[in-house]
């Protein structure tokens, strides 16, 4: 199978678990598909969590010049320079309005009749990471089996992005993001943004790109990459993951 110029990858459960690093054979395969072609990360997370699950992860002398990091679903790239990773653009909420965005995710989770107030929770709900506001209902700290455990039909999520989308601010909007976790971003800004983004600046037709995610499905969060041109590739876990890793790297 002939590599493409450049291969997307969602993170949490594509190419790892939920916020857990990269296995040491994922790392494996990827610092092997870096010396033969570009990949970007992209997902929900902050640079910090990007850097704990797959930077870290990668050995030493891994060709990070081909590696591009896409935090906050796409609403900032990071490119690696003299050691050190470049932000090359971020489209920022104003703290101001992410105040705004918070109070809609209290109230929009109070009146969705999807959580309890006796819930366990694992970590504070509200995460502001800059390009992103985040509400994880179980905590941003939760346990991968808690998750996964918790909306298996993303009926919950859907209740809690509608609650919260109603209260928000003009020009932003809320999507689905993680196993428990409803995105504020920026109206327009997300995954399909990212995409575009990259293609401009590196100069590579959408249609040569490789997008490869969990849930490349109506409704999931990876949803939006139907509106670009790239070829897309649904996997199931980062096993499925590394399969085809491996069939690309044959």
Same mark, same amino acid.
């Given at each position: 199978?002939?590599? =493409? ?9 594509? /190419? %790892?678990?939920?916020?857990? =690093? ?6 494996? #395969?990827?610092?092997? /598909? #870096? ?15 990007? +850097?704990?699950?797959?930077? *870290?992860?990668? =050995? ?27 932000? !090359? ?11 705004? !965005? ?12 999807? +959580?309890?107030?006796?819930?366990? &929770?694992?970590?504070?709900? !509200? ?9 994880? %209902? ?15 039909? *993303?009926?919950?999520?859907? %209740? ?7 209260? /928000? ?10 196993? &428990? ?14 995409? *575009?983004? +990259? ?5 590579? =037709? ?9 849930? +490349? ?10 509106? &670009? ?15 085809? !890793? ?5």
């Amino acid at each position: 199978m002939m590599l =493409p110029p450049l291969i997307i990858f969602d993170l949490d459960n594509t /190419l %790892a678990e939920s916020k857990a =690093p990269l296995t040491r054979s994922m790392a494996h #395969l990827l610092e092997k /598909l #870096l010396e033969r072609t570009r990949v970007a990360v992209i997902s929900g997370g902050a640079l910090p969590q990007f +850097l704990s699950q797959v930077v *870290h992860r990668l =050995p030493e002398d891994a060709d990070f010049s081909h590696l591009y990091l896409l935090p906050t679903s796409g609403a900032s790239l990071y490119e690696c320079r003299n050691g050190g990773w470049d932000k !090359i653009y971020e489209e920022r909420i104003p703290e101001s309005d992410a105040a705004k !965005i918070q109070t809609a995710m209290q109230e929009g989770a109070q009146g969705s009749g999807v +959580l309890d107030p006796d819930d366990v &929770t694992w970590g504070p709900r !509200i995460e502001y990471r800059g390009g992103e506001v985040s509400y994880s %209902a179980l905590g941003q700290e939760a346990p991968v089996a808690e998750k996964k455990a918790w909306d298996p039909d *993303h009926k919950k999520r859907r %209740a809690l992005r509608a609650a919260i989308a109603s209260g /928000l601010p003009e020009g932003y909007v809320a999507a689905m993001g993680g196993a &428990t976790t409803i995105d504020v971003t920026k109206r327009g800004v997300n995954k399909a943004y990212g995409i *575009h983004q +990259l293609s401009t600046r590196l100069r590579i =037709p959408e249609s040569a790109m490789l997008y490869v995610g969990d849930e +490349l499905m109506a409704g999931g969060n990876d949803e939006i990459v139907f509106t &670009t041109e790239v070829e897309t590739k649904a996997v199931a876990s980062p096993t499925g993951t590394a399969r085809f !890793i491996g069939k690309l790297l044959e």
